[in-house]
């Protein structure tokens, strides 16, 4: 196991193209760090940085401690697992899975071994005599993945390894590699776009953007306190609705005001509630996410704010609905049992505790 740390570390690509911003980070021993981003954000940049396969602008990277600038990628103990399986087309799986440890020179009967209990685990021990081209999609990802973890490199990097395979597929693969890992206990750092992956699988997730790093936090942390609009709106499906509004002081304290028009879109709100900026007043967005929107009990206080509704879609566990307030479309996610059609005027309400508050800038607040 082995403790990563990037430090001012940054790479301009010819022709000036930025992949990466400098960016500190330190990945613990151990753990699985997963880098969420667009395409075209720098996931793949940072990966071949980290690999030593390019080279950095300027900062380091270290292992342990060890400074890594003139270590080759061999001699980095690591292993990578590629989107596009990349596999010795004339060797069987066999011999695919058994080609780093044998590089090692490890002995027969231990590589023979441990590609029996790798290819168990991911499920592939009746496909060791067959060659790649004779492989299904997943299969030939299974194997690759198996072949990056035979010989227990002390890291694994794994560049959108299941993004080209079927939903179903690519969660039992999910679920495969996170079985895999406890065994391992190697320093993990797995790139996606998929907010979803990110969330089901990482000890902490690193959100990019245009090359910058925008949030470092636990799965939990980057759903209910994005840092910013942008992680805001990526991570969390349906996205997190993001409500102009107008915050005033008002008599002893303060007010939120959703829509210049509708008098019930206005409501007091509490101090310890106000976005945490000097002077808490003027445009904000109030971010919300949509099981935090629920129809409103009409005996009920707090905010309160009217919608038609849209559209609803059926979800099977719960159900989606996109009504309309003074042009803007919300997104709320209710209980499959409601009944609530497409025309209807609803009165909505959330819990004031639960909003993200977002400046001018986009940062929240
Ligand atoms: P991601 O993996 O998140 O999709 P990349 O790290 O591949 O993003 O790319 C980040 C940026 O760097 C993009 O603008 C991309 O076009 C650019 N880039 C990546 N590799 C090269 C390269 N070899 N030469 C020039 N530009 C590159
Ligand atoms: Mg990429």
Redesign the pocket.
């Known amino acids: 196991m082995v403790t990563i740390e990037l430090s001012s570390l940054a790479k301009t ?3 000036g ?4 911003h400098p960016l500190d980070l330190r990945i613990p021993s151990g753990e699985l760090l997963v880098v969420l ?10 990966l071949r940085l980290i690999a030593g396969l390019d080279a950095a602008t300027s900062g380091g990277i270290t292992f342990d401690g060890r400074d890594m600038a003139n270590v080759s990628p061999r001699d980095r103990d690591l292993a990578m697992v590629f989107q596009n399986p990349v596999l010795y087309p004339h060797l069987s799986v066999f011999e695919n899975l058994a080609f780093p440890a044998r590089a090692r020179r490890w002995k027969q009967e231990r590589i023979a071994g441990r590609v029996h209990e790798i290819a168990r685990a991911l499920e592939i021990e009746p496909l060791l005599d067959r060659e790649p081209a004779a492989l299904s999609g997943g299969e030939r990802q299974r194997v690759s993945l198996g072949r990056a973890v035979v010989r227990e490199p002390r890291i694994i990097l794994l ?1 959108e390894p299941f993004s080209s395979l079927d939903p179903p597929l690519r969660v039992a693969l999910r679920e495969r590699l996170l079985d895999l890992r406890w065994g391992l206990g190697a320093t993990m750092v797995l ?1 996606t ?1 998929d907010q979803e992956e990110a969330l089901s699988m990482a000890n902490q997730i690193a959100v ?1 953007d245009r ?1 910058r790093l925008l949030q470092l936090g636990k799965p939990r942390e980057i759903y209910n306190r994005p840092a910013d609009r942008f992680t805001a709106s990526f991570v969390g499906s349906p996205a997190m609705n993001l409500i102009p509004c107008q915050i005033a002081a008002e008599g002893e304290g303060f007010a939120v005001r959703l829509s210049s028009f509708d008098p019930h879109a206005c409501w007091p709100i509490l101090r310890e509630w106000l976005p945490r900026c000097d002077p808490p007043t003027g445009a904000f967005e109030l971010g919300l996410r949509p099981e935090s929107i629920r129809l409103r009990d009409p005996r009920e206080g707090g905010p309160r704010f009217h919608g038609v509704v849209n559209r609803v879609e059926y979800k099977g566990a719960d159900l989606v609905a996109h009504l309309v307030h003074d042009k803007q479309v919300i997104t709320a996610r209710l209980d499959a049992g409601t009944s609530i059609r497409p025309g209807e005027a609803v009165e909505m309400t959330f819990d004031l505790d639960q909003v993200v508050w977002f400046d001018n800038d986009g940062r929240s607040c």
């Open positions: 690509h010819p022709r193209v930025v992949g990466l981003g667009p395409s075209g954000s720098g996931k793949s940049t940072l560049d790139v776009h990019l090359g």
